[in-house]
Each structure stands twice: as structure tokens, then as C-alpha cells.
């Protein structure tokens, strides 16, 4: 491990121990009710722009309500820092009028501020009020009404697809607030959880979302079955645009699952989606990918997050990821962002998105990295 990994695993770490035994400042936790949610469902029909918007609607999250214009920030508290999921949700001629009341109560609490995976949309304001930004990754986008996999770029998809064709692998959508079957739902969640049994990481949350069965609310669930009706897999996708676009958040599958299972929903969610007039599809955010790109971003933040993807990647399998969005041949790579505040980009914001993202994972993250070392 070269000098300047070693010394940002070292803060990691040095943050990690600091955590536990620091006594935190003591503030008011919010609670959120269920009209809480409701006025944010409101705003993600107006002003859910980013893919994962609706990730808003997950139980761990908190939110902040402006005070003088329909608004939210969707955030939770990590280790004095509000980590945010995705953009601010109102509209573009309020952003700045929202942000500077989140940033003063921030300020109020002395929490450091972290947007994750901000799209370009709201870069202006951001920047207007201060912020300071490094490239995240890169989220992959397909336009549905021009969308195929004919041509070289997508070639895999189309032999996974044939192979999981000749295996006589069938597709549907299951519609639980249409017609609940508990048989397909507990299917579902035993396929769930021998994918988990299998992950590195465990379940990831924070800016992937869940299942919730028990709450579809405006989920759409996409099946695999064999000939033999039994689940292989299947994918939970949420809206965005105010259902103008559908984003593929949770994709699971068993161990022995064929090849071409998860390619067939997928393209045929897109196609079904495409037939309903539905705009655009998303396979999510490749994280960390091409951060080399932004160069005007150098030195300690730019180290920081190619120790992430370099060092950390055999963890979370972040390279993996973006090999397995890339073959599908997105119409459009699009480059996504953190924004953070103050201007300055430290070990202590990386390891607040190492915990938000998998809470439980941080001592065995450090634990493998020392023995691949």
C-alpha cells in the first residue's frame, strides 16, 4: 500500500475508533410521521427529478421541510454529517431559498453537509451558495422510445436473453396492490435473502432502496419464473419524473439462477415501459467510475475517492457494476455528483457514506482490506 493510501485508511479508521467512544452533541431527533411522507410523495409527483428521489420514501430517512416554499431535503446523520440523498426535491427557482435554510440549520447544529449523487441539475445553485464538488460516477440512462439491443454494443444481452429463452424463462409483473398473492411474496423475499447470503457487503441502503411489500405505494416488481413457476429472480423498479422515467433500484436472483435472467426482465420491464409511453429507463449509478475524468478536482479529494474504487472495490464490487450497466449499452452516460459544505472534501465525509450505505459493514470493509494487504 503506497504512502497516500495508507494515510487515508489510517484517518478512516482513525475516524471509525474516534466514533465510538466521541459523546456526540446532543439535538433534537426528528420524528416522521406518516403526513411527513405523504407531503414529500407529493413533491416527488412535482419535482423528483433525480432516479433516486423516490429513495426519499425509505424508512431511514429524515427529512427537512423549508419553511417558506414547497420543498424537501432528504438527509440522515452520520458521524456529524448530513449526508443527503440526491437532490434537493422542489422547484429549480427555489433551490437557492432551500439550501440556504438547510445550510443554516446545519450550521446550528454544527453538522457538515454532503449531497450524494446530485445530477447537474441544481450544479448553479449549489455553487452559488459555496459548495464544493468531485465527480461520484456515472448513471446509466436509456431513452426507451429509441432504446434497443440490436447492434454490436449490447451483443451480450442479446446471447444472455437467447440462453434464458431456450430455458423456457418467462417474465410478468407482479401487481400486489391489484391482486395479492402471499405465495409469490414469500417466494420473493426467500430469493432475497439467499442473494444476501451470498454479498460481501450485506444489504446496502441509503441510496438503494427496498423491497416493501408490506407498502408498494407506486413500485413496480418484475418477476422471472421457470417452467416450473419458480422465482429466479426479479427487480424492483421505482419512478422518477413524475413516472416518466423508472429506475431499476433492487435486482435480485438465486445463486443457480441461468444466465440471461436478470438481462430478460430487464429488457423486458424497459419494453412494457416503453409500450406505456414511459421516457426513460435507468439502471442506476455506476459508483466511482472514470473520477479521473474531473480534473480540476486534484489531490486530497480526488485521492480520497480513487482509494475508494481501487481499494475498496473488491468489497462492493463497484468495477463489476460498472462492466454489468455497460453492457446493455446505455443511450447516455450521465455524470453524477458530490456536493459538499464547507468547501472541503475530507476522510470524515468518506466515511460517512461508507456507513450510511452499509452500517453494519465498516470494521469487516477495514478487516478485509488489511488481509488483501
Known sequence: MNHKNLYILSGLILISLCNKYYKKKTFTEQIVSSEDRTKVRRYLKKYGYNSIS??????????????????????????????????????????????????????????????C??????INEFNKLGFGFIKYGEEAMFDLETYTTCGKKAAKIRQAINNANRLGVEIFEYKPLENKDTTIEKEILEVSNEWLSFKKSGELSFMLGSISLDNPMDRRYFIAVDSDKKILGFVVFVPFLGGKGYYADVTRRRADAPIGVMEKIMINAFNEMKNEGVKWGSLGVAPLANVREDKEKIQISLFIMEFIYKNINNFYGFKSLHQYKKKYGPTRWESRFLAYYPKIFTPKIAYSIIKVKNPNGFKDLIINQIKRK
Open 54 to 115: 423516490y429513495l426519499a420514501l425509505e424508512k431511514d430517512k429524515k427529512y427537512f421541510f423549508s419553511k417558506n416554499i414547497d420543498g424537501a431535503v432528504i438527509y440522515v446523520i452520520s458521524s456529524g454529517v448530513a449526508v443527503c440523498s440526491g437532490d434537493p426535491i422542489c422547484d429549480e427557482d427555489d433551490a437557492v431559498q432551500l439550501l440556504s435554510e438547510f445550510i443554516s440549520y446545519c450550521k446550528e447544529k454544527e453538522f457538515r453537509i454532503c449531497f
Open 117 to 122: 449523487q446530485i445530477s447537474g441539475k441544481f
